[in-house]
């Protein structure tokens, strides 16, 4: 099947008009299952998967030739040809399809719901939106037969100061050899929510997906706008959203890495990490005038050029991380007692990360080395030369240990846009559509990619917007990293995948 | 590692001055809160964290408050892991219709006398997520708040002076 490239396959479609920057093409059941077959067949990667009335959306990527593409099928009667029957990741993605909008997968593996939980006054918000027909059946979770086996149920409310999930464990003694995630609990019916916002608003919106992901978000569906309304962006801005992205990068990586060491019982590190992301974020402020940087990213450019102090406070930023991050590099390095936690514990299949399309770091340190920066690409990381580390060992420790090297990347990335900043506006008129048009875009958040796509109409409001979290193809192999570890190890996995659960649920 | 303790015995502390408890937070729980079980708390307060549907920016945020430079344990507070150990509720995010029951069932697994603290603008009415089939609203639609930080979301010195109000009301 793959002998045929995703290109010829996508001319196999109808090609949509006003839809950028990739193509977007209607396609035929045959042509459906033929892209199904594809992805399948590993060498394309799916990108996204959403729904609307009376049609599915199905993004996808070739990495050997950087192919691009959105396939659409038109779906009369309710119905779609399953991708999650031949390609496993698409799975929770058709059930989030089934609960929002109503279309059913045919011959889906798993006909589960996945985000509803029977409390919504609606069923299929995004599709016909009929009353609800009240509590559902309790959920059935997989059957796990064999001798001495005990279930541990854990969230949704968890024991940190985390997001809610529910966790079913199945365990032999210690060991775990089933874990069952249940998500969806913080589902905040974004996607409804977007359908008819204004611009504004909706970047508001898009920026609150997944509160430590803001930029990448605001970034992502920025891009995609002005992707549907050809805007240009000032060159000033895409160098002020390159350093907002790196500053977000950096608080992220930072606080994981002590979370995780934290999760083995060695605070230190978290201590000394938790100030070194404190910095980052005062910094952020005093440069963006928020801690987070939310809203900093509007479509057209950025919100506020930097103030005139900016740059010493930032060189001074990465002077104090590049001198206090290294001995907490090398107290990692030297601390046995915590790499006999980290190293070997949570392995995952490189094969699966790639099946999975498993991005970011959880990707980079499983031999995935896909970077949204580099392909497809946007400025000005088109113009820095950046390395993309990359390690094969997939376990907790090589994910602390990408971390970390992305650390020092970002800091590199800060300098080198400190010294090259152009001058000039931070924002463009956008251009008024006059017609409906679509825009899509993927963006690298610390996370991973994140996608964004959208239809905007003539009035330049927002008709339908999907954002995808690189959660989606990562919380089903933080299952299999599990698998044979002790339960004890769950939150150091957990931790060191660090999924968005807000970002995953919508 | 010894290196590493030794070089911070010499260094100065990071930790920020206490800031003074926020008035508008002093005002609003003047009227709630009971003087007897002050009392019986004294100065030491457990909290209990929960997301109930925000977008995980409070949560970094409260993370925030453990750091050295705000230190939240120098005035008594600390986090604990169950409700059952809990005598504050810090509740965050639009109370989604999905963690609305797991948001009750905390707050009676917590024992009396308890106070809640709705972090943020959307624990206060939903915020931007508001209005939406799958949002309940603010906390205070699913439990009684005594108490709301707003900010989108509070820094961790706005959530210092709205905890901080609860230990100085008198």
Redesign the interface.
């Known amino acids: 099947m793959n002998a045929s490239s995703l290109r010829t396959v996508l001319e196999g479609g109808r090609p949509v008009a006003g839809h950028r920057p990739w193509p977007r093409v209607i396609v035929t059941p045959e042509l459906w299952i033929a892209l199904s077959e594809g992805l399948a067949g590993g060498a394309w990667t799916l990108l996204g998967l959403w729904g609307e009335s009376g049609m599915a959306h199905l993004a996808a990527h070739e990495p050997s030739t950087g192919t691009l593409g959105v396939a659409s099928l038109p779906c009369p009667d309710g119905w779609f040809p399953s991708v999650g029957r031949l390609h496993p990741p698409a799975q929770r993605l058709e059930r989030a399809i089934a609960d929002l909008v109503g279309l059913q997968p045919v011959d889906a593996p798993d006909s589960r719901p996945w985000l509803d939980h029977g409390r919504w006054p609606v069923s299929h918000p995004l599709g016909l939106a009929t009353p609800s027909i009240g509590a559902l059946p309790p959920y059935p979770f997989l059957p796990v037969e064999g001798e001495s086996l005990h279930q541990i149920p854990v969230g949704p409310v968890h024991a940190g100061i985390i997001e809610p999930g529910h966790f079913r464990f199945t365990a032999n003694g210690e060991a775990v050899v089933r874990l069952e995630e249940r998500l969806g609990y913080v589902h905040k019916g974004i996607e409804s929510l977007l359908t008819g916002a204004a611009l504004e608003r909706a970047a508001r919106l898009v920026g609150r997906v997944s509160g430590d992901s803001t930029v990448a978000y605001a970034l992502a569906f920025a891009r995609a706008v002005e992707a549907a309304t050809e805007t240009i962006v000032p060159d000033h801005a895409h160098w002020l959203r390159a350093l907002l992205a790196e500053l977000e990068r950096l608080a992220n990586h930072l606080g994981d890495i002590g979370a995780i060491c934290n999760d083995a019982a060695f605070a230190l590190m978290l201590a000394h990490c938790a100030v070194l992301r404190e910095r980052v974020l005062r910094a952020s402020a005093a440069c963006f005038g928020h801690r987070l940087l939310m809203d900093c990213i509007v479509p057209g450019g950025v919100a506020a050029d930097l103030p005139a102090d900016s740059a010493k406070v930032l060189r001074a930023l990465v002077a104090e991380l590049r001198r206090r991050f290294p001995p907490l590099v090398e107290l990692y390095d030297n601390t046995a007692s915590l790499q006999d936690r980290t190293v070997g514990t949570g392995f995952v299949r490189p094969a699966l990360i790639r099946q999975f399309g498993c991005g970011g770091t959880i990707g980079r340190a499983g031999g995935r080395a896909f970077d949204a920066r580099r392909q497809p690409g946007y400025p000005p990381y088109d113009q820095l030369e950046f390395a993309t580390p990359v390690l094969d060992e997939s376990d907790v420790n090589a994910r602390i240990w990408l971390r970390i090297h992305e650390v020092e990347q970002s800091l590199t990335l800060i300098e080198r846009i400190l010294e090259r900043l152009p001058s000039g506006p931070v924002r463009g008129a956008l251009n008024r559509p006059g017609q409906p048009c679509e825009g899509v875009a993927l963006v690298e958040g610390f996370r991973g990619d994140v996608l964004v796509w959208l239809r905007l109409a003539a009035d330049g409001t927002v008709v339908r917007c999907h954002p995808r979290d690189p959660s989606w193809f990562q919380w089903p192999l933080l299952e299999a990293a599990i698998e044979n570890n002790i339960v004890a190890d769950f939150p150091l996995c957990n931790k060191s995948f660090n999924c968005s659960y807000s970002g995953h649920d919508l | 590692?010894r290196?590493?303790?030794f070089q911070n015995l010499l260094r100065l502390p990071?930790t920020v001055a206490a800031p003074a408890p926020s008035e508008q937070a002093l005002a609003e729980l003047g009227a709630k809160l009971d003087q007897v079980a002050r009392r019986r708390l004294g100065r030491s307060l457990a909290i209990r964290?929960?997301?109930?549907?925000?977008?995980?920016?409070?949560?970094?945020?409260?993370?925030?408050l453990?750091?050295?430079?705000y230190d939240l344990e120098r005035f008594g507070f600390h986090?604990v892991?169950?409700?059952r150990h809990a005598d504050v509720l810090l509740v965050t995010?639009?109370v989604?219709?999905?963690?609305?029951?797991?948001l009750e069932r905390?707050y009676a697994a917590t024992p009396d006398p308890k106070w809640v603290v709705a972090v943020g603008d959307c624990g206060r009415d939903g915020g931007?997520?508001a209005?939406?089939?799958?949002?309940v609203g603010g906390v205070a639609e699913v439990i009684p708040v005594d108490l709301h930080i707003p900010g989108?979301?509070p820094?961790p010195v706005q959530l210092l002076e709205g905890l901080l109000a609860l230990l100085q009301v008198q």
């Open positions: 590692m290196k590493l303790l990071l964290e929960v997301d109930a549907g925000s977008c995980n920016g409070c949560e970094l945020e409260i993370h925030a453990n750091n050295a430079f986090f892991a169950s409700p995010g639009p989604t219709a999905n963690m609305r029951e797991a905390t931007v997520f209005g939406g089939y799958a949002c989108c979301p820094n």
